[in-house]
């Protein structure tokens, strides 16, 4: 059928049903990332399926990892500085239609990751059959990138599911595991790994009817008159999460949606949109931090990280969930702590997590068996890796080193969790300090991305990139740091939040503090921000870098403190917490917000960015820019401070600093490294 047809990116069988099978297995990838020459393949193919007419389709993945983790975006960012992004979107289009206009069935075989463009393939299809395992993820992130589905997806999946559904979808880039796929009518069978091209055949052979009530739901929510009601409420919901200035795709998705007639109007709006919306800064800066991500995740390389079993002392929030999150990545975790009743609280929560992460008990019992509860501390010996999670005092760290160093195995790495102490000052508690580095996770460890991993002068290069590889094995993203005080996250954060109490103490209202950290972009308003961390850590931290970083402590949060007012945790800090939630006092309709209110908070998180830069406490300024934004969630469509300061230009913001340096104090006055070239656009 494919005689003269070269394929590099395909393979192709034919069985005795007549039921023809693509492999898609991209030459030269670990993942099939769909890049133009893949599709231009497909589009030979179909064109002689068209005509060949074989008894069914069936297309899957010859890649371990997954089906395809959607659109290649070096190529994308490449046809946005030639400024063809909509033709290529075009074309794909094109593909894509001749796979969904073929006269015989088509089912797409499912397994792993399906992301983006590989989930726009999979619509094409008239069915799909997903792989039932956990790493089965379907999804359409592309909002997560400053832009929208284009290849149909806006136009096929509402038709699939039904609009409200899918625009949540479309509009968060939420993944669907296998099941929830199924529930939702996304894919129409499921089958066993080893049986998943084996179902496929059947369902092509057989086709099967989607039941009535789902047909009629898609239509009815589709239909000009559902389309006019919704997307209104569609839209006010997404602007209550993020404002339509600084992330324009949702909104620009919703009309896409609104306005498309039949699949040629709607691919043709979808096509233009992309295109508009590829040529601004949020997606260039949204794109970036993609491929910082993907950077992160490559630092070990091929390092293997040998570890096996993770032993974590201390039990509290910190700890307990670091020990759960190994658990649930796979890891047998033994967790330490001085008495039976500080760990049950630990495992009460991992039992939550499981629950929430794993769904099923035959996934939930064997995490909940690889997690030991260990007061006596017997999980040591066996261990590759130690991590100290206990309060912040030097001397009761130095005393864990102590007593873990001896018991240990000779190769195995131990680490501390510690937030803001130099590692340095913690090291001479070690007769071997070459295998000992910080592992710095972050608050709520379960949603938080990042891992600080910190390192010191006398740290054995080998053994850090086997940290970096058993950071990436967790799921999370390996960050190198130096480890000066606060290393890079708190360090620029601290002055942020301290400023926003000094703010607190000048009578400024915390919600009028709180709606100026979110106007310039930030996930969470910095009083609402300490509420949550705990005053109690943000007075330590505080404690511990105020005299590095040349702060004075602002009253007002000691004294909460010591009233047992710690914020989230108790109930009551900044403000009163009901069912996880701050309650926020009105504030007068005549209360106006200082007019430098936001400089104020953002400028000093920018400064000490710079400070960090210059005093090398990261390797680069994209480094610095990828964990200020995974580890503080600075506005990522402002692309990290670094990439924030070369859009305004270094001058300008040199120039506000002084000018609150002169209204405000000292505190403000510009540090060094503001004339550094990495700062020019």
Known sequence: MFEGLRLSHWKVAQDIDGVLTLTMDRSGSNVNALSRALLDELDAMLERVAIERPA???????????????????????YEHQGTVREEIENGQRVFERLARLPMPTVAAIHGACMGGGTELALACRMRV?????????????????????????????????????????????????????????????????????EAKKLALRPSTRPFAQRAIAWWTNCWPARQILAPIVRKQAAAKAPPKHYPAPFALIEVWRRGGDIAQRLKLEARSVAKLSATPTAHNLIR?????????????????????????????????????SALRGFEV??????????????????????????????????????APDVEGAGIASSQLAIEAIYENPDAKEAVYRALEPKIARDALIATNTSSIPLDELRVAFAEPRRFLGLHFFNPVAQMPLVEVVRHDALDSSLEKRAWAWVKAIGKLPLPVKGTPGFLVNRTLVPYLLEAVRCHTEGIPDPVIDRAGKRFGMPMGPIELIDTVGLDVALSVGKELGPFLNLELPAGIADKVEGGKR?????????????????????DVGSRAPDDLEDRLILPMLNEAVACLHDGVVADADLLDAGVIFGTGFAPFRGGPIQYIRSTGAGVLREKLEALAKTHGPRFAPKQGWFNPALAK
Do not use: C, N
Not at 160 to 179: D, F, H, N, Q, V
Not at 346 to 360: G, N, P, Q, W
């Open 130 to 198: 997903a792989a039932r395992t956990p790493e089965t993820r379907i999804a359409l992130p592309e909002v997560q990138l400053g832009i929208h589905p284009g290849w149909g997806g806006t136009a096929r999946l509402p038709r699939l599911i039904g609009a409200p559904k899918a625009l949540a979808m479309m509009l968060t880039g939420r993944t669907a595991s296998a099941e929830r796929a199924l529930a939702e009518g996304l894919v129409d069978r499921l089958a066993a790994p080893d049986k998943l091209i084996d």
């Open 334 to 371: 033994t967790l330490q702590d001085r008495e039976m009743k500080f760990i049950e609280p630990s495992l009460s929560r991992a039992r939550k997590l499981f629950e929430k992460k794993l769904k099923t008990r035959e996934r939930i019992e064997p995490a909940e068996a690889r997690l």
């Open 567 to 587: 914020g989230k945790k108790d109930g009551q800090g900044f403000y009163v917490w009901k069912d996880g939630k701050p309650e926020k006092p009105k504030v």
């Open 56 to 78: 069914a389709v069936v297309i899957h993945s010859g890649k371990p990892s997954g089906f395809a983790v959607g659109a290649d975006l070096k190529e994308f960012e490449g």
């Open 289 to 325: 931090i993609f491929f910082l991500r993907e950077r992160m995740r490559g630092l070990a390389g091929d390092t293997p990280h040998g570890i096996r079993h993770v032993h974590v002392v201390g039990a509290g929030v910190m700890g307990g969930d670091i020990a759960a999150w």
